[in-house]
């Protein structure tokens, strides 16, 4: 559905030049979930312009829906919904015109297409009236998500549709992004938050312009191949410093309320005896996306 | 056909939800109107100035009544000395002074010839040679009076008459430059604004990955302000006729059409402008700069071409505002029809089609 090869993209800044997207190919499938897992500035957002037909790259070669990004951007136009990361309606319409403007300029009306939108629409209804400036972030996420599918678009751009959106909001957003996919649209979201991986039918890691893996999070996750350890103390800092320079320790870093531990070799017991912290608490634990996230980094 | 006219209904929901900005749209023209009417004139009216009569007599007092009862001077004050004349001037309680020396009647009678002094405040050049010759015409007027039965050896007299404008009234050259000024503001400001605005707020992303094509948004920007400036020409046209008097010579149609036309090259310029521009004060500032000052110094308006340095004249050609100034002047106070005015509509045609063609050009289908 959406194929992307060898793409580059370079901006201009100041004198120099910054490489937002570096030689980036990937695969996604026909009534996929697929994210795009990275922090900010990783490139994700030149990426979705790139196939939304917004900008132009600089090499290589992407289609979506089997429309070249370049020649048919027309086609594709068309065929796709796309909800940029910055919220992007007008603020001074109400709900009920804006989604009725966007469904009007894709020359479709609300009521042919009020299943498609019904489930989520349901939630804003009550506020219909209101102008979209006026509502919570959540309400703004899932009105746009409304704009962006109410012309029936075969492939959903989704760009960090949960950032700055409360928890709760967020796992109703997940949970309407499953439904979508069992309609059978393709749906590209981007996040930067490592834990929203794992909703995903397949992910790309990307970090500086570049994917460092892509997979089901749960090839993903075996591919990690190491024991991990998480290790708690009563001075946190004191104990990564003292992790840090152990020589048994290959790698250690805070996650959450812990920091996880990675060894040389797996002898635990040399390093909780060589560590001699007496209220050191360590025990092995899974690893997690971000915890490949950060060792496909480290290489 | 349904998306622009959604498009369209949107545009006008922008327009009619911002308040402060409607009101000064449609404001504008009315407080300009109301400016340019009652303070910011230059006709001269009820000067203050100062007489010096030394001599004191019949012919003195009489020339001095006429003075009075014209509508151009009031007289501040009579003065006995060079000294308190200066300090008047000074500060700046008149703008001229008349002085007669003694025995006015006397040399009049015996000598047939006489003086009489105009002393002007020559800070402000163009008001004090409007002055002197009020006061000239004034003195020449008392002459013919006294020397009525009296045959003089030759006389020439010239016989003024003021055509188009008898009373000299300044609203006849300003309503035609406030309606190039307000149209050019609403239309090119506007027009540059909404567009950006779309730009910045991130809405154009959504716009542009839709099957809406670049004209058709386009299109859709200009209407509101199309009609916008309608109202503002009408607004102008009402106030001008019913309140300053200043009345409409030629056809109706044909001012309107005009402006119509005007209107467009104005917002195609508005177009290019928000092409080449991605935030709006800059906008703005390229509106402001590239239309306004050139449409308020080189039109005409202000300041006469004539004057003008040649380079300065070539460049006022292509200021769209000063064919659409002198098309509004010819059939508004003159009261031509298109056949006196078809070199002027041909040029401001020529440049709406280039300026329009130029925005559709430079208006981009992607993002950079």
């Known amino acids: 559905m959406i194929s992307v090869q060898h793409i580059s993209k370079s901006y201009r800044q100041g004198k120099g030049q910054v490489k937002a997207l570096d030689n980036i190919s990937f695969e996604v499938l026909k009534g996929e979930l697929f994210g795009l897992i990275g922090p900010d500035g990783a490139g994700k957002t030149s990426l979705f312009r790139i196939l939304t037909t917004l900008l132009l790259a600089d090499q290589g070669i992407a289609t979506v829906d089997d429309a070249d990004v370049v020649k048919e951007y027309r086609h594709i136009r068309q065929r796709v919904g796309y909800m940029p990361g910055r919220f992007s309606l007008y603020q001074d319409l109400s709900v009920e015109e804006n989604l009725q403007f966007f469904a009007t300029i894709f020359n479709t009306t609300v009521a042919e297409n009020y299943e498609q939108i019904k489930e989520i629409y349901v939630q804003l209804e009550p506020f219909k009236k209101r102008l979209a400036g006026k509502l919570s972030g959540g309400m703004k996420q899932k009105l746009?998500?409304?704009?962006?599918?109410?012309?029936?678009?075969?492939?959903?751009?989704?760009?960090?549709?949960t950032t700055g959106v409360d928890a709760v909001s967020r796992i109703e957003f997940w949970d309407i992004l499953k439904r979508l996919k069992a309609d059978g649209i393709t749906v590209l979201v981007s996040t930067p938050y490592m834990e929203e991986a794992a909703k995903c039918d397949r992910v790309a890691l990307v970090q500086g312009g570049k994917i460092l893996s892509t997979g089901t999070p749960d090839e993903l996750l075996k591919g990690f191949g190491q024991k991990i350890y998480a290790a708690k103390a009563a001075s946190m800092l004191a104990l990564l410093e003292a992790l840090k320079q152990n020589a048994l320790v290959k790698d250690a870093y805070p996650f959450g309320e812990y920091h996880h531990v990675i060894l040389k070799e797996d002898r635990l017991d040399d390093l909780v005896h060589s560590l001699g912290m007496p209220d050191l608490?360590?025990?092995?634990?899974?690893?997690?996306?971000?915890?490949?996230?950060?060792?496909l980094m480290s290489h | 056909m349904r998306p622009i006219i959604a498009f369209i209904k949107k545009e006008f929901h922008h327009l009619l939800r911002d308040r402060q900005t409607l009101l000064i749209l449609l404001g504008m023209p009315i407080v300009q109107i109301i400016i340019f009417g009652f303070a910011l004139t230059n006709e001269v009216k009820n000067s203050r100035i100062a007489v010096m009569d030394l001599s004191k007599d019949v012919y003195s007092r009489s020339l001095l009544d006429q003075v009075e009862a014209s509508r151009y001077f009031d007289i501040e004050r009579e003065v006995n000395s060079y000294s308190e004349l200066e300090s008047a001037f000074r500060k700046g309680k008149i703008r001229m002074a008349l002085v007669i020396p003694v025995n006015f009647e006397k040399d009049l009678e015996h000598q047939h010839r006489a003086a009489i002094q105009v002393i002007a405040d020559a800070s402000d050049p163009n008001v004090a040679s409007t002055l002197t010759n009020y006061a000239s015409a004034i003195v020449r007027d008392f002459q013919s009076g006294i020397t009525d039965n009296k045959i003089l050896p030759l006389t020439i007299q010239t016989e003024l008459r003021m055509m188009y404008n008898p009373q000299l009234k300044g609203a006849y050259n300003f309503v035609p430059g406030v309606m190039a000024m307000v149209l050019m503001l609403v239309c090119t400001l506007m027009t540059a604004i909404t567009v950006v605005r779309e730009k910045e707020r991130g809405t154009m992303e959504i716009l542009l990955v839709s099957p809406m094509r670049p004209y058709t948004i386009m299109l859709a920007k200009a209407i509101p302000s199309l009609v916008l400036s309608i109202v503002n020409v009408a607004s102008i046209l009402l106030l001008s006729v019913f309140v300053l008097d200043v009345p409409v010579n030629g056809s109706l149609p044909l001012l309107l059409m005009e402006s119509v036309l005007f209107t467009l090259t104005c917002l195609a310029f508005g177009l290019l402008i928000s092409a080449s521009t991605d935030s709006q004060q800059t906008a703005m500032f390229i509106s402001l700069t590239g239309m306004f000052l050139p449409t308020l110094m080189l039109s005409g308006f202000m300041f006469p071409i004539e004057n003008m340095p040649f380079p300065l004249q070539m460049v006022s050609n292509i200021v769209p505002a000063k064919w659409y100034y002198q098309v509004v002047k010819n059939v508004m106070i003159k009261g031509v029809g298109l056949e006196e005015v078809w070199k002027e509509t041909l040029i401001l045609g020529g440049m709406?089609?280039?300026?329009?063609?130029l925005a559709i050009k430079k208006f981009k289908i992607r993002l950079a």
């Open chain 1, 281 to 295: 608490e360590i025990m092995e634990t899974s690893p997690d996306i971000e915890d490949c996230f950060i060792s």
């Open chain 2, 352 to 357: 709406m089609v280039l300026l329009m063609a």
């Open chain 1, 144 to 161: 746009a998500l409304c704009c962006a599918l109410v012309h029936r678009p075969d492939v959903l751009f989704l760009d960090e549709p």
